[in-house]
């Protein structure tokens, strides 16, 4: 019986199997490579691989900005949010100081009297009205302010009682003036020092030295001015309560 040579169970189509064995295996190789590659592109393509987890990175980076922006903004805006508006109002609304309703009464009262311009040598056409202007984000200055060198003398604008003399962190050295029927109070302040000798309690005449201009209190050191301001007492009659009158229309 004829045995058949072991060459012939493996039938190649050419004589040199060896090199037909690594022709047929790098084309198996590439095959699978290049179908690894089409399963993969496909996968990425419906976000089913590797693009998630960067959108995911993306939107995690994405709150945060947004949180840090949110925080900041409702820290900065709290403050503002019950000051001169409805608590309902959103935090994001710009800021709305409080309205100083109209006081035309006290205001003609008071220009009837004539009074005094407190800083000694200025005149009225000196003045400038800054009643309205902001001196922060919540809060008017509600006030005259009254430029003049230092040490120059402040008077007292009409008659009346000294209610207080009081250091602020604000105003400096100050004077709490009433007028004659207590229902008016004038507030002098930013001032150099007293006018000698005065006290609590004292009566005091038009045109009387209360003290001297400066800079005390948050005053800019370079810019000596007598911060001068009006208010109708309440019925407490507090020192330090009641409702502001622009100055500058009372004593030009």
């Given at each position: 019986m004829n045995k058949r040579p072991v060459s012939s169970w493996?039938?190649?189509?050419?004589?040199?199997w060896r090199r037909d064995l690594r022709t047929f295996c790098a084309g198996a190789g590439c095959g699978f490579l290049g179908g690894a590659l089409l399963v993969a592109g496909t996968l990425w393509h419906y976000n089913l691989i590797?693009?998630?987890?960067?959108?995911?990175?993306?939107t995690i980076q994405q709150a945060e900005r947004t949180n840090?922006?949110?925080?900041r903004d409702t820290?900065?805006?709290?403050?503002?949010?019950?000051?001169?508006?409805?608590?309902?109002?959103?935090?994001?609304?710009?800021p709305s100081l409080p309205s100083v309703g109209p006081l035309p009464e006290s205001t003609s009262?008071?220009?009837?009297?004539?009074?005094?311009?407190?800083?000694?040598?200025?005149?009225?056409?000196?003045?400038?009205?800054?009643?309205?202007?902001?001196?922060?984000?919540?809060?008017?200055?509600?006030?005259l302010d009254i430029l003049a060198p230092r040490n120059t003398p402040v008077?007292?604008?009409?008659?009346?009682?000294?209610?207080?003399l009081f250091l602020s962190k604000a105003g400096g050295i100050t004077v709490y003036q009433f007028d004659?029927?207590?229902v008016f109070c004038y507030y002098y302040a930013h001032l150099e020092r007293y006018g000698e000798g005065l006290k609590e309690g004292d009566t005091v005449?038009?045109?009387?030295?209360?003290?001297?201009?400066?800079?005390?209190g948050n005053a800019p050191k370079n810019t000596p001015h007598l911060h001068f301001a009006i208010f109708r007492l309440t019925d407490a009659k507090h020192w330090w309560e009641g409702t502001p009158i622009d100055p500058f229309d009372v004593l030009r």
């Open positions: 493996f039938h190649f189509p050419s004589k040199d590797g693009r998630p987890a960067a959108a995911a990175g993306s840090k922006i949110v925080a820290v900065e805006a709290a403050p503002i949010a019950t000051v001169g508006r409805p608590a309902s109002a959103p935090a994001s609304a710009p009262t008071l220009k009837d009297r004539r009074l005094l311009i407190p800083v000694q040598g200025v005149t009225a056409e000196q003045l400038n009205r800054d009643f309205n202007d902001r001196r922060d984000e919540v809060r008017r200055h509600e006030a008077r007292a604008v009409e008659d009346g009682t000294i209610a207080r004659p029927s207590k005449r038009r045109g009387q030295i209360l003290g001297y201009v400066g800079t005390s």
